[in-house]
């Protein structure tokens, strides 16, 4: 059993930057990979990033490759991800999940409650 805490969501100017966290409680963190999921108003979940248990493979959508970096730290039970050049189409509230590597929610088994991210004009 694993629980995720996002935080570090809130109200950013488009070009700036948040940084999200998502700790995990539980001593098998490092054993799952880890993804991070957006859903805007109205919109479905989507994919965005994921990493895998050792850190050592990430992928992004393509609407966020350059821009959203990925990572974990096993020590501290945390992913992590850095949004960059942020832009009004990156407004949604952000969740993480942990479960099998890949893109699609059913990969997932655990997940987050959320943090919102805004980013404004």
């Known amino acids: 059993q694993v629980q995720l805490v996002e935080s570090g969501g809130g109200l950013v100017q488009a070009g700036g930057s948040l940084r999200l966290s998502c700790a995990a409680s539980?001593?098998?963190?490092?054993?799952?990979?880890m993804g991070w999921f957006r859903q805007a108003p109205g919109k479905e979940r989507e994919f965005v990033a994921a990493?895998?248990?050792?850190?050592?493979?990430?992928s992004y959508v393509d609407s966020v490759k350059g821009r959203f970096t990925i990572s974990r730290d096993n020590a501290k039970n945390t992913v992590y991800l850095q949004m960059n050049s942020l832009k009004l189409e990156d407004t949604a509230v952000y969740y993480c999940?942990?479960?099998?590597?890949?893109?699609?929610?059913?990969?997932?088994?655990?997940w987050g409650q959320g943090t919102q991210v805004t980013v404004s004009s």
């Open positions: 990493i895998t248990w050792s850190g050592g493979s990430t």
């Open positions: 539980g001593r098998t963190f490092s054993t799952y990979h």
């Open positions: 999940a942990a479960g099998r590597y890949g893109s699609m929610r059913y990969q997932y088994d655990y």
